[in-house]
C-alpha cells in the first residue's frame, strides 16, 4: 500500500500528468461546449422549422386566394360569355319577329287573292243569277201566252227554281266565307299592324332625329363658312382702309410741301405769279380729291360697320343653331335611353315566358342515366331472381298479361319457359326490363309534360326535331318555352304520368307474383319511377336534346350486350314445345346463328350501366342481325337533325336466349287444368 501511494505520489507530481490532466480536463470544457452548441443548433432548426411552416402556411393563404381571384375572374368571363349569348338570342328574337311580320303580310296577300278570286266568283254568280231571271220572266210571259204547254213549261220553270234557289245557296254560302275571310284579314291587318308599330316606331323617332341632327349640323357648317368668308371680307376691307390712310398721309405731306412751296412763292409774289396760280389751282384740286377720298372711306366705314354687324347676328343665329342642336341631342339620348329600357323590359319579359337550359358536360348526362338504370335494373333483379310459386307456373293464365303485353309485340320475342330454371328467370328479367323502360319511354322520357298521358308526345317530338333539322338554336328558344309553359300543370302531369307507368308495369307481373312480393314491388317501382322522373326533368332543362331510341333499325347506333345475372334454380315446371305459339313466342331464325357470343365470367356486372360512347372497347359488341330484344334503349344526342349515340343500348342476343328456347321446345308435357291466380283491374 506504501508503494502505491508513492506511486500515486511520483505520478501526480509527474509534469506529463498534470499535461494529461490539463488536456482531459479541455476535452470535457469541449463536450459540455459541443454539448450546448447541440442544444443550441437543435434550438435554431426548430426555430427554422417553425418559420419555415409559417412561410407555407402563407403561401397556402396566398394560393388560396390567388384560386378564389381567379375563380371570381372566370366567373366575370362567363358572365360576359353569357351576356354575349343572350345579345345574340335578342338579335335572333328581333330576326323572328321580322320574320313573322313578313308571315303575317304572306298571309294578308293570300287572303286578298282568295277574297278577290270569291269576288270574281260572287260576280259571276250574279251574272248567271240575272241571266236565270231573265230566262224566269221570259218563261212566265211564255206561259202566259202558249197555255197549250203550260204542263211541259211548268216541269221547266219548277227545275229553274230549284236551281236558282240552289245559286242564291251558293251566293249566301259565298258570302258568308267572304265575309270571314275579310275578318281573318282584318285580324291580321290588326297584328301586323301591332306588329309593326312596336317594331317601327323608335325607328322612326330615332330617324327623324337623326335627320334632325344632320340638318342643324349642315346648317351650322354653311354659317361657319359664311362666318369664314365674312371675316375674310372684312380683313380684305381693313386693308383697302389701311391702303387709304397711307394715300391721306401722302396727300398730306404733299399739301405741307406745298404750303412751304406757296410762302416762297409769296416771297416772289411778283415773279411767279403764274406760278403761283397754278399751284393754287393744283391744290383745289388735291383738295377736292382728298374730300372725294374721305367721302370714299367713311363709306366704306359704314359698309365694313353693317358687315360686322351682319357677322354678329350670323354668329348669334349660329350659336342659337348649335344650342338647339345641343338640346335635339340630348332628347334623343333620352329617347334612346327610354327605347333601350323599353327594349330591355321586353326583352326581359319575353326571357319570362321560358326557362334557362343549362350548358353541362356529356359525362354529367351519362351519369344521370346511370342512375336511372341502375336503380330499375336492381328494382327487377331482386324481385324476380325468387323462385316462382308452383301454383304459378302451371296456370298460363297467369302469364297471359306479360306475354301479351303491348310493348313486347316486336317482330322477334324471346321465350318465357314456365320454370324456376336460370335460363327462364334470365328471360323474365329482360321481360319485365323490357317492358318498364318502354313504358318509361312513352310516358317518362319526353321533352315536356304538357299533357297528362302522353298524348301528343310523338307530335311534339317530331315538331322540335324538324326545328332542330332547321335551326338548332330554334330548337332550344322553343323547348325552353315549352318548359316554362304551365309549370304546376306539367309538375301535376308529371306525377300522373309516374302512376300510368307504375300501374301498367305492375298489372303486366301481378299474377307472377305473391301478394306481399307484388306489393313491394309496386313500391319499389312506384319510387324507381319518381327517381327517373325528377332526374329526366334535368335532362329536359339541358341545352343538349337527348332522345332514347329503340330501333329498328338497328344500325348506325352502338348496342352492348346485357350481361345476365347467373341465377341458381331448377329445371321444374310447366315446358312448352316450340310448336305452341300460347305458351311462348319464339323466335324463327334462331338456328340461323353461327357466331357463339359467351357470358361474361363475371356475372355480377348486370347492375352496371351502359358505356358511353367514348369509353367504348368493342368487347361486347354485337351486331344488328343477332339482336334478339333491346332491353335499355341507346341514349341519343340529337345534332343537326341527326342522332348521335352518347350511351350504348343494351339488348338481349340470340345465344343469351338459346338455353331458353331449347328448353320450351325440348321437354313438354300437358298443362292440367288448374285454378286461375288473382286478378286485378285492368289499367286504365
Wanted: hydrophobic share 35%; aromatic share 4%; proline share 2%.
Amino acid at each position: 500500500v506504501d508503494s502505491v501511494v508513492r506511486a500515486i505520489q511520483t505520478l501526480t507530481t509527474d509534469a506529463n500528468y498534470k499535461l494529461v490532466s490539463d488536456v482531459f480536463t479541455e476535452v470535457m470544457f469541449l463536450k459540455d461546449q459541443n454539448r450546448s452548441l447541440k442544444t443550441a443548433k437543435r434550438e435554431l432548426l426548430e426555430e427554422y422549422r417553425s418559420f419555415r411552416n409559417e412561410l407555407e402556411d402563407e403561401e397556402k393563404k396566398l394560393k388560396d386566394e390567388r384560386n378564389v381571384l381567379e375563380t371570381k375572374v372566370e366567373e366575370k368571363d362567363r358572365q360576359i360569355i353569357e351576356l354575349d349569348s343572350t345579345k345574340t338570342q335578342l338579335t335572333e328574337a328581333k330576326h323572328l319577329l321580322e320574320l313573322q311580320v313578313q308571315d303575317k303580310d304572306n298571309e294578308i296577300a293570300t287572303l286578298a287573292e282568295a277574297k278577290a278570286g270569291l269576288e270574281s266568283e260572287k260576280t259571276s254568280l250574279e251574272s248567271k243569277l240575272a241571266e236565270k231571271e231573265a230566262e224566269l220572266a221570259e218563261l212566265n210571259v211564255a206561259k202566259s201566252t202558249l197555255t197549250e204547254e203550260s204542263a211541259a213549261l211548268q216541269s221547266t220553270v219548277e227545275d229553274k227554281i230549284k236551281e236558282l234557289a240552289m245559286l242564291g245557296e251558293e251566293k249566301a254560302a259565298l258570302e258568308a266565307s267572304l265575309a270571314e275571310k275579310a275578318k281573318e284579314t282584318e285580324e291580321l291587318t290588326e297584328d301586323k299592324t301591332k306588329l309593326t308599330e312596336q317594331i317601327l316606331a323608335l325607328e322612326a323617332a330615332v330617324a327623324e332625329k337623326d335627320s334632325e341632327l344632320e340638318l342643324l349640323q349642315a346648317e351650322k357648317t354653311a354659317n361657319e363658312e359664311m362666318r369664314e368668308g365674312l371675316e375674310s371680307k372684312v380683313s380684305e376691307k381693313e386693308q383697302e382702309i389701311s391702303e387709304l390712310q397711307d394715300v391721306k398721309t401722302n396727300l398730306e405731306s404733299n399739301l405741307a410741301e406745298l404750303s412751304a412751296a406757296k410762302e416762297k412763292l409769296e416771297i416772289e409774289l411778283v415773279g411767279a405769279n403764274t406760278t403761283i396760280e397754278e399751284h393754287t389751282k393744283q391744290a383745289e384740286a388735291n383738295k377736292e380729291e382728298i374730300s372725294t377720298l374721305k367721302t370714299t372711306v367713311e363709306e366704306r366705314i359704314a359698309e365694313l360697320t353693317s358687315v360686322k354687324d351682319e357677322l354678329g347676328q350670323m354668329i348669334t343665329t349660329a350659336e342659337e343653331a348649335k344650342t338647339r342642336g345641343d338640346t335635339l341631342k340630348i332628347e334623343l339620348e333620352e329617347m334612346s335611353a327610354k327605347a333601350d329600357e323599353n327594349k330591355n323590359s321586353r326583352l326581359n319579359e319575353l326571357d319570362s315566358y321560358r326557362v334557362s337550359l343549362r350548358s353541362e358536360t356529356e359525362d354529367t348526362y351519362v351519369q344521370i342515366l346511370d342512375t336511372i338504370w341502375t336503380s330499375i335494373a336492381s328494382l327487377v333483379e331482386t324481385q324476380f331472381r325468387q323462385d316462382l310459386d308452383h301454383s304459378v307456373l302451371t296456370d298460363e293464365s297467369c302469364w297471359a298479361n306479360l306475354r301479351q303485353s303491348e310493348y313486347l309485340k316486336h317482330a322477334r320475342q324471346i321465350p318465357l319457359p314456365q320454370s324456376n330454371s336460370p335460363a327462364a328467370k334470365q328471360m323474365r328479367v329482360a321481360a319485365v326490363l323490357a317492358v318498364l323502360s318502354r313504358a318509361l319511354h312513352r310516358y317518362i322520357f319526353q321533352p315536356v309534360y304538357l299533357t297528362e298521358i302522353g298524348a301528343g308526345d310523338e307530335g311534339i317530338v317530331n315538331m322540335l326535331r324538324a326545328i332542330a333539322c332547321d335551326n338548332a338554336t330554334r330548337e332550344e328558344h322553343t323547348r325552353a318555352t315549352l318548359l316554362a309553359m304551365l309549370p304546376d300543370k306539367q309538375k301535376a302531369a308529371a306525377a300522373k304520368r309516374v302512376a300510368t307507368v307504375v300501374r301498367e308495369v305492375s298489372w303486366s307481373v301481378q299474377h307472377l307474383l305473391s301478394a306481399l312480393q307484388y306489393e313491394e314491388f309496386c313500391t319499389g317501382l312506384e319510387m324507381a319511377c319518381k327517381l327517373a322522373c325528377v332526374q329526366w326533368m334535368r335532362i329536359q332543362m339541358a341545352q343538349m336534346k337527348i332522345e332514347p331510341y329503340f330501333g329498328p333499325p338497328h344500325y348506325d347506333f352502338d348496342w352492348q350486350i346485357l350481361p345476365l345475372p347467373a341465377f341458381e334454380g331448377t329445371d321444374e315446371g310447366v315446358h312448352l314445345h316450340g310448336d305452341d305459339q300460347e305458351g311462348a313466342a319464339v323466335v324463327d331464325d334462331i338456328d340461323d346463328v353461327v357466331v357463339e357470343i359467351g357470358r361474361p365470367e363475371d356475372q355480377t356486372s348486370f347492375r352496371s350501366s351502359p358505356r358511353p360512347m367514348n369509353d367504348y372497347d368493342g368487347d361486347s359488341e354485337v351486331g344488328p342481325d343477332e339482336i334478339m330484344l333491346v332491353v335499355w334503349p341507346s341514349m341519343c344526342a340529337l345534332e343537326n337533325g341527326e342522332l348521335e349515340s352518347i350511351t350504348q343500348g343494351l339488348v338481349i342476343s340470340k345465344d343469351q336466349v338459346r338455353a331458353a328456347l331449347d328448353e320450351v321446345r325440348g321437354r313438354g308435357r300437358q298443362r292440367p287444368m288448374t285454378k286461375r291466380a288473382r286478378t286485378l283491374s285492368m289499367p286504365g
